[in-house]
């Protein structure tokens, strides 16, 4: 009787089973493959009556007659003798091998130099005088980063650093969410180095978006360039040790303190205060963390609470509230410091909190306005330019196709990136 119950069960499983895959297909033959303009499936939209459910699909990296329009990356990695430098072309993976660190790397008409370093700048001790421009929340937008430098000075019409003894400070989140962040890296990488130089100095903060490429974490990486990047080695390990953007990542700071100013993108939560480390050993920390200290206790290096992801100066959270004066004044007296600039939290004006102490310049969406320290004081500058979300202009729609295998990979390669991410 038991093998009898079983066997019909398994039969229903069966028929269920038939009926589901049926179901699904016959949905998908009516559904819609959303492409970029170079041709990787970014969605697949599947109606639902009088709407349609958007699918998202960009993580199952599937592509069909892939033509990127500009070079995505270069991957550069060191190994014992040389550099090996990868990079995606139009619809193929290029690589070079060079054994000096001055090189050139071309796709098609376009041709950029690289000239590496075999160890980090060295910065000069802050003056206390010369001007702090603040930007945060680049998100790969070399552009808008461009034009935003050239008209506070800080580079001139051929992008070079022309700040002289000036500091830069970017508050993290330079990748995901636009297409070109490669470009970007290596322009911050290239302009660190221009401005060491100049006895200026770059300073690159980590944000949670840093940390997020560190972990695999892909939820915001744009279609084109995951799977462009994904075409030259794994998305984490693109931004390994053993390659050159990510030794140098890893390198960075989450707190840096300017003067009378501290940097963070995030903010200090009460949590991050009571441990009662100072901004050095925070960030000593944190790379320790980054290069895998199974003894560092991360709870506070990453997460809610972290100085990368609090979002208290801004608005509360599920967890905890916003922050208070009290707060700010024990942050401000703790690293004796008179400002507390941030990123992070979006903002539809570039304000001051909590008395003038806390400046959050994730605003650029919003108005085209910039922070500098002058002397150590805060200006807001009117800049004429803003950032936009990086969009795609040019998408192709196509009927889904039952019978296309890669429509299929697109659809059900959203259920295996938990394993093939293992």
Same mark, same amino acid.
């Given at each position: 009787?038991?093998?009898?119950? =079983?066997?019909?069960?398994? =039969? ?15 949905? /998908?033959? &009516? ?5 970029? %303009? ?12 009088? @709407? ?19 070079? $995505? ?24 091998? %060079?054994? !000096? ?13 690289? %000239? ?9 001790? #802050?003056?206390? =005088? ?20 050239? !008209? ?5 019409? $051929?992008?070079?650093? &022309? #700040?002289?003894?000036? $500091? ?16 970007? /890296?290596?322009?911050?990488?290239? *302009?660190?180095? $221009?401005?060491?130089? &100049? ?5 690159? *903060? ?5 940390? #997020?490429?560190?972990? #695999? ?21 693109? *931004? ?17 303190? *300017? ?25 000593? !920390? ?12 991360? %709870? ?7 100085? @990368? ?17 009290? /707060?700010?004044?024990? @942050? ?27 400046? /959050? ?62």
């Amino acid at each position: 009787m038991v093998a009898v119950v =079983v066997k019909r069960g398994l =039969v229903l499983l069966f028929v269920l089973s038939i009926l589901g895959v049926v179901g699904i297909a016959g949905l /998908l033959n &009516s559904s819609t493959i959303i492409k970029t %303009s170079g041709q990787v499936v970014q969605g697949i939209k599947i109606p639902t009556g009088e @709407t349609a459910i958007r699918w998202r699909a960009d993580l199952s990296r599937v592509a069909e007659d892939p033509k990127i329009e500009k070079m $995505q990356g270069p991957v550069i990695i060191r190994t014992t003798n040389d550099y090996v430098s990868r990079w995606f072309c139009e619809d193929r993976v290029e690589e070079q091998r %060079s054994t !000096s660190t001055e090189f050139t790397l071309r796709c098609g008409a376009d041709k950029r130099n690289f %000239s590496l370093r075999q160890r980090e700048v060295e910065f000069q001790p #802050y003056d206390g =005088v010369s001007p702090i421009a603040v930007v945060s929340d680049l998100e790969g937008d070399l552009d808008f980063f461009q034009e935003w430098a050239r !008209s506070l000075g800080v580079i001139d019409a $051929q992008g070079n650093w &022309s #700040y002289g003894t000036g $500091q830069l400070v970017i508050v993290g989140d330079v990748l995901d969410r636009g297409r070109y962040v490669y470009d970007l /890296l290596w322009f911050i990488y290239h *302009l660190e180095k $221009q401005a060491a130089d &100049s006895g200026g100095a770059v300073h690159y *903060l980590l944000g949670n978006h840093e940390q #997020y490429a560190f972990s #695999y974490e892909i939820k915001s990486v744009e279609a084109e360039h995951l799977w462009a990047i994904e075409q030259l080695r794994a998305y984490n390990q693109a *931004l390994a040790e053993d390659t050159v953007l990510g030794a140098w990542l890893r390198s960075k700071k989450v707190m840096l303190r *300017l003067g009378s100013v501290l940097f963070t993108h995030g903010g200090i939560s009460a949590q991050v205060l009571e441990q009662d480390l100072s901004i050095n050993d925070f960030n000593n !920390s944190h790379r320790a963390y980054l290069s895998g200290d199974n003894n560092i206790d991360d %709870s506070l290096l990453v997460g809610g609470f972290s100085p @990368t992801q609090y979002r208290g100066y801004a608005y509360g959270m599920d967890g905890y509230p916003e922050a208070n004066q009290k /707060l700010v004044d024990d @942050t401000l007296d703790y690293y004796d410091v008179n400002y507390i600039v941030v990123g992070h939290s979006t903002q539809e004006e570039l304000a001051s909190k909590f008395q003038g102490r806390v400046y /959050l310049v994730d605003s650029t969406l919003y108005v085209p306005k910039a922070l500098v320290f002058e002397s150590g004081e805060p200006v807001v500058h009117d800049i004429g330019v803003m950032r936009k979300d990086f969009e795609d202009a040019h998408t192709v729609e196509e009927p889904f196709d039952i019978l296309n295998s890669k429509h299929w990979m697109a659809f059900l390669g959203v259920f295996l990136v938990p394993f093939l991410t293992l």
